[in-house]
């Protein structure tokens, strides 16, 4: 799991974790800067950390591998992002292309982008809401695996619509890994199908 901040939809997965039948282990959380409320939850749920930095690379390209030798190492069957802000690089999506997804706080393909719960409310949508996705060389443009949907209230700011939107979300993210996991998923296209009967 890789996070940069509070990490609340990394806890509504520890959480849901708890339960075997849930049917995933997190195996570690990565982070791209130190401090993060996602590393302190994980730290507190004795799940293994590491923290790879932009910063501490001598560029992009050696980050994006550093972190992928990093995720490497613990094997993991699904990479999930929720909340990470950065673009993994080509090697990263080399080694984990097809078995990574991204939550982002909107119904994509609208509002894409590191805005996008200010830019639903700045041009006026009256429902918004999130969308899991396999994550691809874009940006929030991978096929869509699931989405909820949250209306727009009229004395929103951005943070009452997105706390809103994150309460839709954690149940969205933690639903679609547990399908995924269970199930297995296959893409066709742009349209994927989790399980047998999609
Ligand atoms: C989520 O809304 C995610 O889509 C966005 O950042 C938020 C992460 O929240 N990119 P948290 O760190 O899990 O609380």
């Known amino acids: 799991?890789?996070?940069?901040?509070?990490?609340?939809?990394?806890?509504?997965?520890?959480?849901?974790?708890?339960?075997?039948?849930?049917?995933?282990?997190?195996?570690a959380v990565g982070?791209?800067?130190?401090?993060?409320?996602g590393v302190a939850r994980a730290e507190a749920a004795g799940i293994p950390t590491f923290v790879q930095r932009l910063g501490d690379a001598p560029d992009r390209f050696m980050w994006d591998r550093k972190l992928t030798v990093d995720c490497h190492m613990f094997e993991p069957d699904l990479i999930v992002a929720a909340g990470f802000l950065?673009?993994?690089g080509?090697?990263?999506?080399?080694?984990?292309g097809g078995r990574m997804i991204n939550t982002h706080p909107a119904l994509l393909p609208a509002f894409p982008g590191?805005?996008?719960?200010r830019d639903a409310l700045a041009y006026g949508v009256k429902v918004t809401g999130c969308s899991v996705i396999l994550v691809d060389a874009?940006?929030?443009?991978?096929?869509?695996l699931a989405q909820a949907?949250?209306?727009?209230?009229?004395?929103?700011?951005?943070?009452?619509?997105?706390?809103?939107?994150?309460?839709?979300?954690?149940?969205l993210v933690v639903d679609?890994?547990?399908r995924m996991v269970r199930y297995g998923w296959s893409v066709q296209g742009r349209r994927v199908r989790i399980g047998a009967s999609g």
């Not at 990490?7 to 974790?17: K, M, R, T, V």
């Not at 874009?138 to 869509?144: E, R, W, Y």
């Not at 809103?164 to 149940?171: G, T």
């Open 1 to 27: 799991m890789l996070v940069s901040g509070t990490g609340s939809i990394l806890q509504a997965l520890i959480d849901a974790c708890a339960d075997p039948g849930f049917g995933a282990r997190i195996v």
């Open 31 to 37: 982070a791209d800067r130190d401090g993060t409320g």
């Open 86 to 88: 950065k673009l993994v």
């Open 90 to 96: 080509a090697a990263f999506l080399g080694r984990f």
């Open 114 to 117: 590191l805005h996008s719960v």
């Open 138 to 144: 874009g940006v929030d443009s991978g096929p869509i």
């Open 149 to 171: 949907a949250v209306p727009v209230l009229d004395g929103d700011d951005e943070a009452t619509l997105h706390e809103r939107i994150k309460v839709a979300e954690r149940e």
């Open 176 to 178: 679609t890994v547990g």
